[in-house]
Nanobody
Framework: QVQLVESGGGLVQTGGSLRLSCAAS????????MGWFRQAPGKEREFVGS????????YYVDSVKGRFTISRSNAKNTVYLQMNSLKPEDTAVYYC??????????????WGQGTQVTVSS
């Protein structure tokens, strides 16, 4: 079992920045890739990006490349989503997730509770 707890959401103006954190716990957490998803009102949940725990390689969808950065602290078992140059269309509930390998992008095994990010225009 893996438990995920997000924090760091809030309200920010267009062009601003926010950093989300995801604290992971569980004996096998290092086996998993960690990802971030988001769900805007009236839309389906979408994959944003992911990071491999062991080697730190990252993957992003095109809409956030160059603006969002995922990193991790192995010592703290925490994954971060640094969001810069935020746009109103980034407004969503952001979820942390854990999954095996590339399955993180489509079918994660574990989810956090989500944190709201609102970007005002």
């Amino acid at each position: 079992q893996v438990q995920l707890v997000e924090s760091g959401g809030g309200l920010v103006q267009t062009g601003g920045s926010l950093r989300l954190s995801c604290a992971a716990s569980g004996r096998t957490v290092s086996r998993y890739a960690m990802g971030w998803f988001r769900q805007a009102p009236g839309k389906e949940r979408e994959f944003v990006g992911s990071i491999d725990w062991s080697i730190g390689s990252t993957y992003y969808v095109d809409s956030v490349k160059g603006r969002f950065t995922i990193s991790r602290s192995n010592a703290k078992n925490t994954v971060y989503l640094q969001m810069n140059s935020l746009k109103p269309e980034d407004t969503a509930v952001y979820y942390c997730a854990a999954g095996l390998g590339v399955r993180i992008r489509t079918t994660p095994d574990y989810w956090g509770q989500g944190t709201q990010v609102t970007v005002s225009s």
